[in-house]
């Protein structure tokens, strides 16, 4: 078991309670905080050890973990056991997040829009005013999906340098629009 210095303890914690908040159970958000912050990595019985939670929960996690590609499992010269480590590039971890977002909220949502407007088309009673307003939704999320692709095709260091420069982005913008 390892023993957790504040520092990790305190992020590990408030991962698991941001978790929650995502809609991430709390142990799995935990895990991936500590083998996040984990400079070697660690088995089931040491992450189940060092968070105080059952194996078959650290077991199901990780398979969770795995599922968003956000964890691998690694071998350790000398030791019969499996090993886990996070992804440790914060902008690819973000951009699995996203990712995973995308295809399990954005993508079955733009679905069921698109399933009510057709029927709402060929309904025979006109409700237009929810056809409008779910067109409204819809567009907004294609719009945003638009954006999105184009972003996700950028190498990750051409986004850490639209990051960096949207002071600059934002002061252009301000002068175009003051003219």
């Not at 698991?16 to 809609?23: A, L, V």
């Not at 895990?31 to 077991?59: C, D, F, K, Q, Y």
């Not at 972003?151 to 850490?160: D, E, G, M, S």
Request: charged letters at 30%.
């Amino acid at each position: 078991m390892t023993q957790l210095g504040a520092a990790k303890k305190q992020f590990v914690l408030h991962w698991g309670e941001m978790g929650t908040r995502w809609g991430i159970n709390r142990t799995v958000a935990q895990i991936h905080a500590l083998l996040h912050v984990s400079a070697t990595p660690l088995t089931a019985e040491e992450i189940a050890g060092t968070l105080r939670v059952a194996r078959s929960n650290v077991s199901t996690s990780i398979r969770e973990l795995q599922g968003w590609g956000l964890v691998r499992p690694v071998h350790v010269l000398g030791d019969r056991r499996q090993h886990f480590e996070s992804i440790k590039d914060v902008w690819e971890m973000f951009r699995i997040i996203i990712d995973q977002r995308k295809r399990r909220e954005i993508d079955p949502t733009l679905e069921v829009l698109r399933l009510c407007i057709s029927e709402l088309d060929r309904a025979d009673a006109k409700d237009d005013y929810t056809k409008e307003r779910l067109r409204e939704i819809y567009e907004f999320f294609t719009d945003v999906e638009a954006l999105y692709a184009d972003i996700r095709q950028f190498p990750v260091a051409t986004l850490r340098g639209i990051v960096r420069a949207r002071g600059t982005v934002r002061k252009i913008l301000s002068l175009k629009g003051g003219r």
